[in-house]
């Protein structure tokens, strides 16, 4: 997932006409088979008449359970759920199978750096003034990352409180239909010689465990550069109980108060067309609304609804359904910084293959050979922030259109040249420091304000500059070294690219190259490990159940205080088909068949 974040803070908004330009190419002409997911229709065919249509299969106009997110944990969970019971998936997004930029592995940047409002990737900047992204399309994160499968350590596993037996029955069901062993290329042999090299030991093979010293991961990508997404676990879904709805933004949840505790009975939501629908919850015993929305989703979506910190919710005239302090508390986002190795000549594309595991709680990793095609590379500044200085090295009052576009021009070839080799990277594992996440406004479709506070806590800093002497062991190893055929190079020397490459909006200092700690600070970037917002024992129970509620579930990364292993997709795919899994039996024990 590493290099994504630095191509989308350098080529943050290439023109939508390069995504489409791709998509004529005789390679990408994509088909969609609805044969396989007859169950997949635009949000604006949902009426009164579709949902008696639906009842006609067996089912009642209501539904058993309402997924409000069809991403990374929405769809595996929805596919479990439908073994048994009506369940209706409302995702905002579209179908990753006929975009080119999701598709393909040679399109990853393109697809991050389209911000289109047509994008599967939904762009913010952290008031950190550290750019990031968000899933828009069905199959969440696992359409938009660089698609390293690794799973969870046993000790996260067990910190959560899950049943180890099962987890690991939920794994293989994940990886039977999407994931892959990959071919490593030559830049990941190099650096798994050179972290071998440095002593990050021993070398464990290939493997999808998580084991301290150097390894090779698994990849959603397959051997022909075709992602698989979380959208294709829909597969395991019974049809007849499922309905999936594309560019179905839901607005709120909807509560009945009268009662002792207040209590769900639908979603309203908004079609492609700009049209109102609600959805409802069958009255029957069990019936839940399930947020599976994201760790930016679905904090925003409870405090939309009204659950949240009273007097965030008074400032935006939300009527107060109950009162949470701890709502979009304890964010988190684990910080990276890489290092830009120059090359004579193009590298070969890769995404994350091999990891370095070490035991100070850092990984090291590298991607390569992205954004070289001059045509390719288009760099925008227009999100520079007029409300924050934090923003941008230009003075708030010279921010014009003008400045901007000099502030541009005077970068691009700093930014070309970064791209003329790859990156070795090194990100944090547990981070201590925490943020917050708050309303800007009640539209659903802008992003909250979010912080993550990258080493505010000092044992964070410590943890970088020692990774980033780690690094720079690798990128000088005699092993790599005759793998780029280039000549041994200053480390402040190398550390001055990464910082001119201005993959951040953060200022810069003069020692920058001189001060570790500084360049830590001054580079940081996301690996979009985000995480937190909807912790357990503060905004839900360990089953997920929001706190103080009937009827309602998060079922996200946002559940988690840290996040697992060193990514945490595989996790988080893992955790909709286990949490289903526990739902079905909870509900109807053997008779479940799961």
């Not at 357990?536 to 559940?559: A, E, F, M, Q, Y």
Request: charged content about 20%; proline content about 4%.
């Amino acid at each position: 997932m590493a290099l994504k974040f630095v191509l989308l803070a350098l080529f943050l908004c290439l023109p939508a006409s390069l995504s489409s330009t791709a998509s004529k190419d005789k390679e990408h002409k994509l088909k969609f088979n609805p044969y396989r997911y007859t169950f997949i229709d635009k949000a604006s065919t949902f009426s009164a008449s579709s949902s008696s249509s639906f009842a006609s299969t067996g089912q009642d106009s209501t539904y058993d359970y309402i997924v409000i997110g069809g991403g990374t944990a929405g769809c595996p969970l929805a596919a479990t759920l439908s073994r048994n019971f009506s369940v209706l998936v409302l995702e905002r997004g579209g179908v990753p199978f006929t975009n080119a930029n999701v598709s393909f592995l040679r399109n990853f940047h393109i697809g991050l750096a389209d911000t289109s409002a047509s994008s599967a990737s939904q762009a913010f900047v952290s008031t950190d003034g550290v750019y990031n992204a968000r899933a828009r399309v069905l199959g969440g994160g696992s359409c938009i990352n660089a698609g390293f499968y690794s799973r969870a350590d046993a000790a996260f596993v067990k910190r959560a409180g899950w049943d180890a037996k099962l987890v690991n029955e939920s794994y293989p069901w994940v990886e039977r239909e999407i994931v892959h062993q990959p071919k490593l290329t030559l830049w990941q042999k190099a650096l798994r010689d050179s972290l071998l090299e440095v002593g990050v030991r021993p070398f464990n093979g290939f493997t999808y465990d998580h084991v301290s010293g150097t390894k090779v991961g698994g990849t959603i990508f397959d051997r022909f550069g075709r992602r698989h997404t979380a959208a294709e676990l829909l597969a395991y879904a019974n049809p007849q109980k499922l309905r999936v709805l594309i560019y179905a933004t839901v607005q709120k949840i909807v509560f009945d108060t009268s009662g002792t505790r207040p209590r769900v009975t639908g979603v309203i939501f908004k079609d492609e067309k700009g049209n109102q629908h609600q959805a409802l919850l069958s009255n029957r015993k069990g019936s839940e609304v399930i947020l599976s929305s994201g760790a930016i989703g679905s904090p925003q979506m409870l405090m939309l609804s009204g659950i949240g910190p009273k007097r965030e919710l008074e400032r935006l005239k939300i009527p107060l359904v109950l009162e949470n302090e701890h709502v979009g508390k304890g964010m988190a986002d684990n910080p990276m910084n890489t290092i830009l190795v120059p090359s004579k000549q193009p590298i070969e594309q890769s995404l994350i293959q091999t990891v370095g595991i070490t035991k100070m709680g850092v990984y090291v990793e590298a991607s390569t050979g992205f954004g070289q095609s001059p045509e390719s590379i288009h760099t925008h500044y227009g999100v520079m922030s007029d409300k924050n200085e934090l923003f941008s090295t230009i003075p708030a009052k010279q921010r014009r259109p003008e400045a901007t576009q000099a502030y541009t021009t005077r970068n691009k070839y700093q930014l070309q040249e970064a791209f003329n080799g790859s990156f070795i990277l090194e990100k944090l594992a547990y981070p201590i420091s925490r943020g917050h996440l708050s309303l800007l406004n009640t539209n659903v479709d802008d992003n909250p304000s979010v912080t993550f506070n990258y080493f505010k806590h000092p044992v964070d800093l410590q943890r970088c500059v020692e990774a980033i002497r780690l690094v720079s062991k690798v990128v000088t190893s005699k092993r790599f070294l005759n793998y780029t055929q280039c000549d041994k190079q200053n480390v402040h020397k190398m550390l001055s690219l990464s910082v001119k490459a201005n993959i951040n909006l953060r200022p810069k200092q003069v020692n920058d190259t001189k001060s570790m700690a500084q360049f830590c600070k001054d580079t940081v970037v996301t690996i979009w490990h985000y995480h937190g917002g909807c912790l357990v024992g503060k905004v839900v129970s360990p089953d997920r159940k929001v706190l103080g509620v009937n009827r309602l579930r998060v079922i996200d990364g946002s559940t988690f205080d840290e996040s697992p292993g060193t990514n945490p997709q595989a996790t988080v795919m893992m955790m909709g088909r286990y949490m289903g899994v526990k739902i079905l039996r909870e509900r109807l024990g053997n008779k479940a068949g799961v």
